[in-house]
């Protein structure tokens, strides 16, 4: 980091400065947490509820870093799924905190989105998953193309809602709202 604000033009020593190597390795340290958290512990509390129809969590927050500038890009996920047999399902909040695991890495948007809807696959066997994510790139608003205000959307559907195109489309429509 001082080799950057050196290479910036900037006095890495002057006052407000000099502290910033450390308090930037403090805050990728938090920002990069992720990489040291396994997904798979987040869900391990799940239970069995005679659920078998569509749960989504809608408009769940999203901060990440893109890994090609190491700038956040932020919005919304939603997150559905529909339990499997036995209804067996896990906390809400369990959505959250995998969505926070995931995006608390360098990322790209689709990559996020498969991880998320791939681990609840793999870990609540549930009959379907769908995520959405729609999210601002601050690398496309700040710098380069410089267009603020435009939204990815990048979606991920798992299971039933592959085949079963009208699961898919009244998942969609919930989620649109
Ligand atoms: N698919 C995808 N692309 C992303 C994401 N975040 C950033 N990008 C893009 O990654 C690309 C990197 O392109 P490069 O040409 O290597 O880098 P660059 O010269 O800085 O590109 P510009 O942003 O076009 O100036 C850019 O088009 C970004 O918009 C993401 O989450 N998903
Ligand atoms: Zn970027």
Not at 48 to 62: F, P, S, T
Not at 66 to 93: D, K, M, N, Q, W
Not at 119 to 130: N, Q, Y
């Amino acid at each position: 980091m001082r080799e950057i604000l050196i290479a910036v033009g900037e006095d890495p020593d002057r006052d407000g400065l000099v502290r910033t190597p450390a308090r930037v390795a403090r805050a990728y340290a938090e920002l990069f947490a992720g990489l040291r958290v396994d997904p798979a512990k987040v869900l391990t509390t799940a239970f069995e509820a005679n659920h078998e129809e569509l749960v989504l969590v809608r408009d769940i927050e999203v901060m990440s870093l893109c890994e090609h500038h190491l700038l956040p890009f932020r919005g919304v996920a939603h997150i559905g799924y529909i339990p499997g047999e036995h209804g067996r399902i896990t906390g809400l909040s369990k959505l959250a905190r995998l969505v926070e695991v995931f995006a608390r890495r360098p990322q790209v948007q689709e990559r996020l989105t498969a991880q998320i809807a791939d681990l609840l696959m793999e870990k609540l066997d549930p009959r379907g998953v769908i995520a959405v994510l729609e999210c601002e790139h601050m690398c496309m608003a700040m710098r380069g193309i410089q267009k603020a205000g435009s939204r990815t959307v990048t979606s991920a559907v798992r299971g039933l809602f592959q085949c079963d195109a009208k699961s898919r489309a009244e998942a969609m429509s919930l989620i649109i709202g």
